[in-house]
């Protein structure tokens, strides 16, 4: 193995277990779209900074070329990272401010697409986030023409015959982008389907102005493939009551089917929001008015819910309450979880917390925009806690040799005191990570239980509501999900038809 491939691996596997300790989750949907062989260009909208491009680096069928900006090469961690992984640095224009640099700028930037370009014509796969800069919105912004000038330019520089390089549209959907232990789902999608006129290759004598339109068109038609893949919604106000509606309609779904419901996954989630979304915006069209309606209904619905502090499928809990059983089952999870398990985070949290109150605080004050926080969080854990540990195990060493040379009589190693320490404490942090969780699961099914016994009538009421809802929302017809189905564990798929 050439040296040069070496780096990439042990880059990619470094990505791989970065990811698998920030994400409690991370699905994957539609490898199998990706060619095995040939050139070809990703295309993703760009929702959450650096961890956008990593996610689809890490889980990538093939070695793939990334562009980023020119501004992060010179982090101090970040940098040798992208170099590692071959990412070729891009110049954008808003970078210089009045203007500076402006032909070094256009020259750096012409020479980077073109050397995605050539990537492709070689046979290989480039990734490119056409919006060029992550934010916050519930859509994507407006594409630049940096995707559509790479396409031409592989173009031009493939072989005669050569096939067109597909271009790939991929979404990124995230359950909770800046936390540590959320959940994100990477789907690839089909190649998108280009009008003949716009595969093929410049021609001499064609015109700037026509080059140029074709850019163009094809720019504005991977905006409306990424706009798709994303399910972008015109707000977050609109987004968030798509949520709400799909998950009434999966807990009404299951309680008629008489199945239990197990926590959906992402590609779960994501099939039923986007078959709402779309029952959505084809009646939005035919009868504006009522579809406003009801989504305002859905509204004060989700309002409702969230004063009392339950989800849409723990409605249906209290028959549970019931059978003796659940109540010792939850008694003996809330011992095991608020007293036998803290003595054992002890180390955990005495070792880990401050180093975590400083990645937090730091992740707050240096992120421009809210999207930021997750990748600088990323980055200072990747060297805060390991190199916290090391200072701890050095210590723990030490110690352990200056109590030898005191009291002769301790035995043991040094060294192996110190391993042990760096284990515990990493050990430490990752039992404390996964306890938050944990002990705030505990604590809701303690809330919900004690509001069934409280509010029966307005969970009653409440019930009814989303059934009725449930209706109303089936009555748009296309786009809502298929039927739940029971699967072989008694619990409903979202979807499963």
Known sequence: MRQGHLVYDLAIALLRLLIRVFFRRAEIAGRERVPATGGGIVVAWHPNALLDGCLILAHFPRPITFGARHGLFRWPVLGPLLRALRVVPVYRRQDFLDGAGGEDRRRGNEQSLDALARAVAGGGFVGLFPEGDSHDNPQPSRLRTGAARVYYRALELSAPGQPPPPLLPVGLHYDRKRLFGSSVLVAFHPPIELPRDLERPPSDGETPESAQERVRRLTAILEDALGNVAHATESWDLHYAMHRARKLVRAERARRAGAGLGAPDMRERVLGFSRIWAGYAVHALRDPEGTRRLVDEVRRYDAELRALGVDDHEL??????????????????????????PPILIIGYLVNLPTAGVVW????VASRKKKDEASIKLLLGAVAFPLTWLVVAALVAWGHSTLTALYPSVAGSAALTGASAFLLSAAGAWVALNYHRLASQTLRALRVRL?????????????????????GLTSLGAGLPLPARADPHGRVREGAG
């Open 451 to 471: 509001t069934h016994l409280r509010r029966k009538d307005a969970l009653k009421r409440l019930l009814e509501e989303r059934a009725r809802l449930h209706d």
């Open 361 to 364: 605080s730091i992740s707050r």
């Open 316 to 341: 249906d809990g209290a028959p549970r309450l019931a059978s003796p059983w659940l109540g010792a089952i939850l008694g003996v999870q809330a011992v095991l979880v608020y007293l036998l398990l």
